[in-house]
């Protein structure tokens, strides 16, 4: 009976000293592309969020970080860019990452302010710790836009990290 509590405190203790912390960010970022068809288009930007950026802000070593998860997604386009756009589709890839898929909406309903779908359990980290992390949003237009199209991503991360 000892050896049981015994075990029970120290997987207790164990426990205690993983525990983690999570804490939400709002990011905002603005993609783009030129020359845009009817039909699947991308707009894209750089990813500027770092481990080390992330690290700093709340205090901790960059190793202490666990995983970053996307919890929201709005996309915002201007007046005659939503009256043509038909879905979203919010990714990331980097140089040494697959491309991802973080949330998606089809078909779009009125307005110029879209909440997206946000896909589960998608961990940001192995893309914030590679050079070349780039979001990728594919907007399926209804006609062709000559001018460059801006969409404003708004994301909710969280951050997971040890105490």
């Known amino acids: 009976m000892r050896k049981i509590a015994f075990a029970f405190l120290f997987i207790a203790f164990l426990a205690s ?11 905002s970022t603005v993609v ?4 845009l068809f009817s039909g699947p288009n991308s707009l894209q930007a750089a ?3 770092s481990p080390a950026s992330l690290a700093e802000e709340l205090n901790i070593e960059a190793s202490a970080l666990k995983s970053v998860s996307v919890s929201s997604i709005q996309v915002t386009l201007s007046d005659e860019q939503a009256a043509i756009a038909e879905s979203l589709l919010l990714q990331i890839v980097s140089n040494s990452n697959e491309m991802t898929s973080l949330g998606t909406l089809s078909p779009l309903e009125k307005g110029t302010r879209f909440d997206l779908n946000v896909a589960e359990e998608t961990d940001l980290l192995s893309f914030l710790e590679d050079e070349g992390a780039t979001w990728v949003l594919d907007v399926n237009l209804a006609e062709d836009i000559m001018d460059e199209m801006k ?13």
Request: aromatic residues 0%.
């Open 32 to 35: 783009s592309g030129e020359m």
């Open 47 to 49: 990813v500027s969020l």
């Open 17 to 27: 000293c993983g525990t983690t912390t999570s804490v939400e960010k709002s990011i």
């Open 151 to 163: 969409a404003t991503v708004d994301l909710t991360i969280t951050i997971h990290h040890k105490n």
